[in-house]
């Protein structure tokens, strides 16, 4: 059993940043894919990014070049740097584990999801 916690959410103006972050409970972590996924009110999921177990790193189009995904195995953590962020962006973030390792952008690869931070995007 894996638990998430996700913090770093907040108001920010266009243009600027912010930097989330997923604690996971368990000993295992290093062996999980890990991902972020997005959503607002009356739409599915949607990928932003993800890396594996080993560091392979996969991205939304949306946010390449905008976001980096990285892991901390020391400390359980996985973290979302949010950079040039668009009001587009906006939305409820949710961390996610994936026990196969990989990074996945399928949100049903995943297997256990943290209570979402929300990212708000001023114009």
């Known amino acids: 059993q894996v638990q998430l916690v996700e913090s770093g959410g907040g108001l920010v103006q266009a243009g600027g940043s912010l930097r989330l972050s997923c604690a996971a409970s368990?000993?295992?972590?290093?062996?999980?894919?890990m991902g972020w996924f997005r959503q607002v009110p009356g739409k599915e999921r949607e990928f932003v990014a993800a890396i594996s177990w080993s560091g392979k790193l996969y991205y939304a189009d949306s946010v390449k070049g905008r976001f980096t995904i990285s892991r901390d195995n020391a400390k359980n953590t996985v973290y979302l740097q949010m950079n040039t962020l668009k009001p587009e962006d906006t939305a409820v973030y949710y961390c996610?584990?994936?026990?196969?390792?990989?990074?996945?952008?399928?949100?049903?690869?995943?297997?256990?999801w943290g209570q979402g931070t929300q990212v708000t995007v001023s114009s």
């Open positions: 368990g000993r295992t972590f290093r062996n999980y894919g």
């Open positions: 996610a584990a994936d026990s196969s390792g990989s990074s996945s952008s399928f949100f049903r690869e995943y297997d256990y």
